[in-house]
């Protein structure tokens, strides 16, 4: 079993909104900060979004900014993407990742993790 699991993907049309979750109820929470990353076909990754664990402090990609919302909820243990706005151009997989390190975003969004979950698609029809 992967240590997070992600869903909440599917499929939407040219505007609409999807909410992605990354549970890892088998972490010892507190002490990650929280990922998002996406790979579109054909395309390399790319960091969507971060969160602190220290001060939730946040940092998106500027092509999502003011249309994706990162946020945590620590006593689920689950972290949160919501996406609106939705263009074909993030039609991808999405991935959440956990972070090992206390510091904030956006100096946290550039930490290595080897702590991913399987994803979860995305796709944004036009």
């Known amino acids: 079993q992967t240590p997070l699991v992600e869903s909440g993907g599917g499929r939407v049309q040219f505007g609409g909104s999807l909410r992605l979750s990354c549970e890892g109820s088998?972490?010892?929470?507190?002490?990650?900060?929280i990922a998002w990353f996406r790979q579109a076909p054909g395309k390399g990754r790319e960091r969507v979004s971060c969160?602190?664990?220290?001060?939730?402090?946040?940092h998106y990609m500027d092509s999502v900014k003011g249309r994706f919302t990162i946020s945590r909820d620590n006593a689920k243990k689950t972290a949160y993407l919501q996406m609106d706005n939705l263009v074909p151009e993030d039609t991808a997989v999405y991935y959440c990742?956990?972070?090992?390190?206390?510091?904030?975003?956006?100096?946290?969004?550039?930490?290595?993790?080897?702590?991913w979950g399987q994803g979860t698609q995305v796709t944004v029809s036009s």
């Open positions: 969160i602190s664990r220290t001060d939730g402090s946040t």
């Open positions: 088998e972490l010892s929470w507190q002490y990650y900060a």
């Open positions: 990742a956990a972070v090992a390190s206390g510091a904030t975003a956006p100096i946290v969004c550039n930490v290595p993790s080897n702590v």
